[in-house]
């Protein structure tokens, strides 16, 4: 009797289907910044409140990132995830000083509006994306 067939490994995902994975984990992001932004707004004001949403989206998209973009990478890397979390969130400074620059020169140049932060968010992270696809493809999720 022939032995049953293997199911071969599957293959790695091309950079185009990484990025537009990591697109997927931004637009994820996006929600969790806005919301938690607007939430927390009235008792931190834009700025203050920019910093914990980026800090949650950040998070939010570290777990979608290590889950579906970069499995490969997260499964072998070996480092405990506390490790890798903090590794993540110190790779992403260079997106988010890109991102909240964008951010803050939006609110400066627009007149106020209830929608101005929005924006920002939204101009800021695209403008930070690059950065941080970068940083984890290349720092933290590499794969060996």
């Known amino acids: 009797m022939p032995e049953p067939a293997s199911s071969p490994e599957p293959s790695p995902l091309s950079t185009l289907q990484r990025l537009m994975r990591f697109g997927v984990a931004g ?3 996006f929600g969790v910044d806005a919301g938690v932004l607007y939430l927390l707004a009235p008792f931190l004001g834009w700025y203050g409140a920019r910093v914990l949403s980026f800090w949650a989206a950040a998070t939010a998209t570290w777990l979608f990132n290590r889950r579906y973009t970069f499995a490969d990478g997260a499964a072998r ?8 979390y903090g ?10 000083a890109v991102n909240y620059g964008v951010y803050a020169l939006t609110l400066h140049l627009l007149p ?7 924006l920002g968010v939204a101009v800021g992270s695209v403008a930070g994306m690059g950065v941080n696809f970068v940083s984890a493809r290349w720092f933290i999720f590499r794969t060996p």
Request: proline residues 7%.
């Open 27 to 29: 637009v994820l992001g």
């Open 87 to 96: 590794t993540y969130l110190l790779a992403m400074l260079g997106g988010a």
């Open 112 to 118: 106020p509006a209830a929608w101005v932060p929005l």
């Open 77 to 84: 890397g070996g480092r405990a995830l506390r490790r890798e």
